[in-house]
T-cell receptor, first 119, second 115 residues
Framework: AQSVAQPEDQVNVAEGNPLTVKCTYSVSGNPYLFWYVQYPNRGLQFLLKYITGDNLVKGSYGFEAEFNKSQTSFHLKKPSALVSDSALYFCAVRDILRRGSSNTGKLIFGQGTTLQVKP | NAGVTQTPKFQVLKTGQSMTLQCAQDMNHEYMSWYRQDPGMGLRLIHYSVGAGITDQGEVPNGYNVSRSTTEDFPLRLLSAAPSQTSVYFC??????????????FGNGTRLTVT
């Protein structure tokens, strides 16, 4: 079964410093990986995805993620953190199941990492 | 476009009561799903649907029912509310078909408290 793990409950970074939020995955077959962000009292918002191709994926709000097949990781990064980046971040993997002619495509989430950027 | 709309935003129930959480999307997405979010547990899939008339169970389906009579709507029913169902519930939708790369679009959630 597909799964993702986010080993850190919280990451603290000073504004202007680079940030990394870690994610590792376990899949059978090709991985379809996503990052989402959740601001307080809101739903999750899509940041970026890896399907195939370049290992460095660029997404919204200046975020990027590095796919590493040998380490089964998909870490989220940003060169210079902003206080407004403080939020809850989720890594997710698409579970590939086939039902008839359709793909169910369930999304399985990690437990989330709280990013705190201090001024 | 409104995206994914969930109602109500807040609800308080007594143990044993039933209710329906509403979810509607206007993006013509085939795939719709319900998650619950609990502290330290991330998001767990309750039920999902790959199209009208088709539903299936996720990780934590017990105590919940769903139906998908139209592409737009995917209501979640709590049959007999229990305190363990106190949570924040999110509805999410996406395209499916042969594409695995379609991201989920989330509603803003329903915060449910069962006393």
């Amino acid at each position: 079964a597909q799964s993702v793990a986010q080993p850190e409950d919280q990451v603290n970074v000073a504004e202007g410093n680079p940030l990394t939020v870690k994610c590792t995955y376990s899949v059978s077959g090709n991985p379809y990986l996503f990052w989402y962000v959740q601001y307080p009292n809101r739903g999750l918002q899509f940041l970026l995805k890896y399907i195939t191709g370049d290992n460095l994926v660029k997404g919204s709000y200046g975020f990027e993620a590095e796919f590493n097949k040998s380490q089964t990781s998909f870490h989220l990064k940003k060169p210079s953190a902003l206080v407004s980046d403080s939020a809850l971040y989720f890594c997710a993997v698409r579970d590939i199941l086939r039902r008839g002619s359709s793909n169910t495509g369930k999304l399985i989430f990690g437990q989330g990492t709280t990013l705190q950027v201090k001024p | 476009n409104a995206g994914v709309t969930q109602t109500p935003k807040f609800q308080v129930l007594k143990t044993g009561q039933s209710m329906t959480l509403q979810c509607a999307q206007d993006m013509n997405h085939e795939y719709m799903s319900w998650y619950r979010q609990d502290p330290g547990m991330g998001l767990r899939l309750i039920h999902y649907s790959v199209g009208a008339g088709i539903t299936d169970q996720g990780e934590v389906p017990n105590g919940y029912n769903v139906s998908r009579s139209t592409t737009e709507d995917f209501p979640l029913r709590l049959l007999s509310a229990a305190p363990s169902q106190t949570s924040v519930y999110f509805c999410a939708s996406s395209y499916t078909g042969s594409s695995y790369n379609s991201p989920l679009h989330f509603g803003n959630g329903t915060r449910l408290t069962v006393t």
